[in-house]
């Protein structure tokens, strides 16, 4: 694929990949929020989704979708951090559609990064706010 910036930089090869998406917002107002869209490609690395709900650059998501049907799920589970059945991920692109939703790329977190200072604090704040909702 060649962008309107050069050739596409993406380690990772992306699939078109089209299934329901369940996700939520890691901030305080909106964790106990589940959102609805869709996939649009998955790579090893990240997705791009399509939703209804405007995100913000560098939030937190947590994606939960059905990894069961293609083989690259099995590299994705092993490298990225899963969270009660769901990936977590950093919003890296937002672009506005005209039939007012947004194609969103999502950067998977992987295992080595949730310990780096300025992704922790989030994902502890969203183990907490998910272990309260279980809980009820």
Known sequence: ??????PDRR???RLDYR????????????????????TADISQSGLLCNI???????????LSF???QLNIFEEIERRSLIYQNGIIGKVVR????NDDTYNVGVQFITREEKNLTNIYPRF???EKQLEG????
Request: charged share 30%; aromatic share 10%.
């Open 19 to 38: 299934a329901p998406l369940a996700y939520k917002v890691c901030s305080e107002e909106t964790i106990n929020k589940l959102l609805q869209g869709y």
């Open 52 to 62: 209804k709900d405007r995100v913000n650059q560098d939030d937190i998501l947590w």
């Open 66 to 68: 059905d990894r069961s």
């Open 1 to 6: 694929m060649v962008s309107e910036g050069g």
């Open 11 to 13: 380690k990772f090869m």
């Open 133 to 136: 909702e279980s809980k009820q």
């Open 124 to 126: 502890h704040f969203v």
């Open 94 to 97: 937002i672009e506005q559609r």
